[in-house]
T-cell receptor
Framework: GENVEQHPSTLSVQEGDSAVIKCTYS??????FPWYKQELGKGPQLIID?????GEKKDQRIAVTLNKTAKHFSLHITETQPEDSAVYFC?????????????FGTGTRLTIIP | GAGVSQSPSNKVTEKGKDVELRCDPI?????LYWYRQSLGQGLEFLIY????????KSGLPSDRFSAERTGGSVSTLTIQRTQQEDSAVYLC????????????FGNGTRLTVT
């Protein structure tokens, strides 16, 4: 089955600086890669996703890149703000083989230092 | 509109007792997922429903765990003869079609087995 590794497990950055979180996946058939943000006491919330036919996607301060050859994808947050502090999870799924399971990474606790 | 609702939000039970956790998905969402999140850990897949059928129940840890979904809507996760290692947050998510569309998570049920 799919295995997703995520690094780093914790990350502290100064407010206004950029943060980068990296993930690798094992199943070359995976074709959908979402990122979720989880705040304390709440369920994860989708913040951005990318499909395998695209190399990069951007939404305001958040961007995701995908390297299918190397089987890794990254989340980039620019101009970080205190409200960006949360746990971030990457995930991978192969959605065209009837297996609709999302496999998650182990999470990155991001702390923005004011 | 209403999001995914889970009940109870917290459950404390004695070792050996049975528990039932409930999930009300977003109306019209055909796919429903159960994940487990242990303290400070990632999301562990338990089971996936498409309508009332469970094409993938590969993540259920043991035969003490079972789940059902009725009317293509509400789902119940049952844990029989609870053990201390079952203590975790149980998260439910629903999506319009499957993993290819965004998963909407509830806030989870925090289960503590004493």
């Amino acid at each position: 089955g799919e295995n997703v590794e995520q690094h780093p497990s914790t990350l502290s950055v100064q407010e206004g600086d950029s943060a980068v979180i990296k993930c690798t996946y094992s199943d070359s058939a995976s074709n959908y890669f979402p990122w979720y943000k989880q705040e304390l006491g709440k369920g994860p919330q989708l913040i951005i996703d990318i499909r395998s036919n695209v190399g990069e996607k951007k939404d305001q301060r958040i961007a995701v890149t995908l390297n299918k050859t190397a089987k890794h994808f990254s989340l980039h947050i620019t101009e970080t703000q205190p409200e960006d502090s949360a746990v971030y999870f990457c995930a991978a799924a192969r959605t065209n083989f009837g297996n609709e399971k999302l496999t998650f990474g182990t999470g990155t606790r991001l702390t923005i230092i004011p | 509109g209403a999001g995914v609702s889970q009940s109870p939000s917290n459950k404390v039970t004695e070792k050996g007792k049975d528990v039932e956790l409930r999930c009300d998905p977003i109306s019209g969402h055909t796919a429903l997922y159960w994940y487990r999140q242990s303290l400070g850990q990632g999301l562990e897949f338990l089971i996936y429903f498409q309508g009332n059928s469970a094409p993938d129940k590969s993540g259920l840890p043991s035969d003490r765990f079972s789940a059902e979904r009725t009317g293509g809507s509400v789902s119940t996760l049952t844990i029989q003869r609870t053990q201390q290692e079952d203590s975790a947050v149980y998260l439910c998510a629903s999506s319009l079609k499957g993993a290819n569309s965004p998963l909407h998570f509830g806030n989870g049920t925090r289960l503590t087995v004493t």
